[in-house]
């Protein structure tokens, strides 16, 4: 795997006039700034009637000279940022830290998000760390451990895990789950485990409605699909599907002791931000460390059970050998 290659592409600048943070707003310092998500926030979190109580402040803008959607969108996310919403773009994670309560690592490209938290994790800033939280399981086993250790909270979370039905479903709005088949779009990026770029949005809705307890998966790939299967410890099934063909969209059939029911769609971003809002000022985190890696080691095993030509991998395998890199 390529190392990514991390460029400054901006320079503290002055915000304009009124944009500061507001009264008792919780300060909000973004690095990464190449993906539409930090553009998508502050245009929620910074809009004059905004009721979430947090702003996005400073800016730290890091580019990935290897991925294109990166590379290719860095200048006018920021200049987004700095122009629309009054986002102040700084020279240095340092110098964002002074700043600001709180940080969002918005880098579109996982591999440098270890990097990127290591930092505010020390400052003991709470952290929010968009998808995928890492570009590997090791260095996702590793923020947690790291905020762990700091006593900093720290989670990460795609936006289709606060879709309604999904949240109601895990409420119990279908009686006990008995079992979940999860879809998403699933482009990949040679980069990153093949799950991890855009497939985490079906697997999070998977477990948002199943919980964690997976113990193992197959998985069987061809050129424009994903179909990949896994066991719970009580013996439930959850697949997730992923699609590079044909209409791409969001959604599940759950099978629950009260009722069967096929979902479609999503709440968009407010939902998610209103979590990481709450997050913010409550220093509370939504969700548990532990799911998410559990997340991370369901799509890391998938990719072994691709180089075993779709056998059975455990989890805890998967999970041994991360935890063996460090």
Request: charged letters at 25%; a neutral charge; aromatic letters at 8%.
């Amino acid at each position: 795997m390529k190392k990514a290659l991390m460029v400054v592409v901006g320079l503290a600048v002055v915000a304009a006039p009124g944009t500061g943070a507001r009264g008792e707003d919780f300060r909000i310092g973004m690095i990464g700034l190449d993906t539409s998500h930090a553009v998508a926030f502050a245009k929620v979190l910074n809009a004059t009637n905004s009721p979430h109580g947090c702003r996005v402040v400073a800016g730290f803008p890091m580019v990935s000279q290897d991925v294109a959607s990166s590379r290719d969108r860095i200048e006018k996310y920021t200049a987004q940022l700095r122009d629309e919403f009054g986002v102040k773009i700084v020279g240095g994670i340092q110098e964002m830290l002074g700043m600001v309560d709180g940080v969002m690592v918005e880098s579109v490209d996982g591999r440098p998000h270890l990097e990127q938290a290591r930092p505010a994790i020390a400052a003991g800033k709470p952290v929010f760390i968009d998808k995928p939280v890492a570009g590997n399981l090791a260095d996702a086993i590793e923020i947690f451990r790291l905020a762990e250790e700091k006593g900093v909270p720290c989670w990460s979370a795609s936006s289709l895990r606060y879709a309604p039905w999904a949240v109601e479903a895990r409420a119990g709005a279908v009686g006990e789950i008995l079992g979940c088949d999860a879809f998403s779009p699933c482009t990949l990026e040679e980069h990153h485990p093949d799950l991890y770029w855009y497939g985490i949005h079906g697997v999070e809705i998977l477990f948002t409605v199943m919980g964690p307890g997976c113990k193992s998966v197959r998985r069987v790939q061809t050129p424009d699909y994903e179909q990949v299967t896994g066991i719970w410890a009580d013996g439930r099934i959850g697949t997730f599907r992923g699609t590079r063909k044909g209409k791409h969209d969001y959604g599940a059939t759950i099978f629950g002791a009260k009722k069967v029911v096929a979902n479609v769609g999503y709440g968009g971003y407010e939902p998610l931000l209103v979590q990481v809002a709450e997050f913010f000022k409550t220093r509370k985190v939504p969700v548990a460390p532990a799911e998410t890696i559990e997340i991370f080691a369901f799509m890391s095993a998938a990719d072994e059970s691709k180089k075993r030509g779709g056998a059975e991998v455990t989890l805890e395998e998967v999970l041994a050998a991360a935890r063996g890199k460090r």
